[in-house]
């Protein structure tokens, strides 16, 4: 059986580390439960995550990683539920932290907060690790005497973000892998197998036939600039990036984004899923609903959808609902804007906000899986059919030399 490496608390706080033999994960668990223990972490010796962030960690660095925030997040509400005092349960947290900017952290939050800072106080002083949402959160949890609770949905908020994001990337390592594959393809190709002909077609003594003469002129092109190639590829990478950062244009390209079609319905649909499962959460945790939409329009990553939002805001401010302003903006679905409605007047907001964000979670999944269905076939018949043109202008070429020779 695997050999597993675990930590756990004792009733009294004390930490428990130590190994043992199990058949996964679950089985560790169970018996520190057995014995009474509190677990914090099991892992299987060899497969270490925590070393292997600690490699990734680079010095110096200012942020951490969502998952560096989810597992703090996540093992101070362990260590709070368990009933050890706020400070004692940071200074195990740093013990606990592998060495790093990590540790680096929470021993400054630790400092602050034996100093006479709350915990929301001390994180704030964290901006670019503890964003806006986390600390509000914070503060809402601290005023109602919940911190633990508070921290607990925090994590798994942190924890079902993290998944979204996972199962995106994770389904567009395919097509990346078939982009590259193809370009790489493409330039094997014009770089090194069409010049092999060149010598051959120069003597011919008679006019190519056109789709050949385009080639050659293509492979001559990308022989003696590729180095331009890559220059105009790093200059609009530049540019887009630059775009993204500017307001405006970014507003631009986002208007844009929302009237492609297929592109727009996934884009609605992340931004819904976001929307609904960060105001599910601010408003679960005591956060008032007026703050929560505040903070929730700075997470929106679309500007056209989070400036609908700020208008919402403005009318909710004014002492209207939610939904029939959120209607008027025109971006929301009807599903979304029927669920609002039945939780503001059922008083059940943040229930219907955390179904409707498991409902487009869901959707954005099949979606994403739809649209590579479409985009696979497509770019594999695109490639071939330009390597087939680059042959059969290549197999042009030679015949006409055949019926010269001839």
């Known amino acids: 059986m695997p050999l597993f490496h675990y930590k756990a608390l004792t009733t009294s706080g004390e930490p428990v580390e130590g190994e043992m033999e199990a058949s996964d994960k679950q089985a560790v668990v169970n018996f520190l439960y057995d014995e009474g223990h509190i677990p914090i972490y099991a892992e299987q010796v060899g497969i270490n995550h925590s070393s292997s962030r600690k490699n990734r960690l680079v010095k110096g660095r200012r942020s951490l990683s969502q998952e560096e925030v989810t597992l703090i997040t996540g093992k101070l509400a362990v260590m709070l539920k368990a009933g050890l005092p706020l400070d004692h349960a940071l200074e195990l947290l740093t013990d606990l932290i592998p060495s790093g900017p990590g540790r680096q952290v929470v021993e400054k939050i630790r400092i602050d907060v034996q100093n006479g800072a709350s915990l929301s106080e001390a994180m704030k002083a964290h901006p670019r690790i503890f ?165 929730v329009t700075e997470t929106v990553n679309n500007r056209v959808i989070a400036e609908a939002l700020l208008t919402v805001s403005d009318q909710l401010r004014e002492g209207k609902g939610m939904a029939g302003p959120l209607s008027e903006t025109q971006v929301f679905p009807r599903l979304a804007l029927q669920l609002i ?18 409902i487009y979670d869901n959707e954005v999944q099949e979606t994403v899986k739809r649209m590579l269905a479409l985009l696979e076939p497509v770019l594999i018949i695109g490639l071939g059919i330009i390597i087939a043109g680059i042959i059969i202008s290549i197999l042009l070429a030679i015949l006409s030399l055949n019926e010269f020779v001839a």
Not at 343 to 350: N, S, V
């Open 131 to 295: 964003n806006k949402l986390y600390i509000n959160t914070l503060k809402a949890g601290e005023v109602s005497g919940a911190l633990d609770t508070v921290l607990e949905r925090l994590a798994d908020y942190l924890e079902r973000s993290k998944e979204l994001k996972e199962s995106i990337m994770s389904a567009l390592i395919y097509p990346a892998i078939l982009i590259v594959v193809a370009m790489a393809s493409l330039a094997i190709l014009m770089i090194y197998v069409v010049p092999q002909f060149n010598d051959l077609f120069d003597g011919m003594g008679q006019a190519m036939p056109l789709s050949t003469t385009i080639v050659i002129r293509v492979s001559e092109f990308f022989q003696h600039f590729w180095w331009l190639i890559l220059l105009i590829l790093f200059l609009l990478f530049l540019t887009f990036k630059w775009a993204l950062n500017n307001p405006k244009t970014k507003k631009r390209i986002d208007r844009v984004l929302l009237n492609i079609p297929l592109l727009s319905d996934l884009i609605t649909k992340i931004e819904i899923a976001r929307f609904s499962r960060t105001l599910g959460t601010l408003i679960g945790n005591g956060v008032p609903l007026l703050a929560s939409l505040n903070i």
């Open 341 to 358: 409605h039945v939780g503001e007047e059922t008083g059940e907001l943040e229930k219907m906000l955390n179904q409707l964000a498991e």
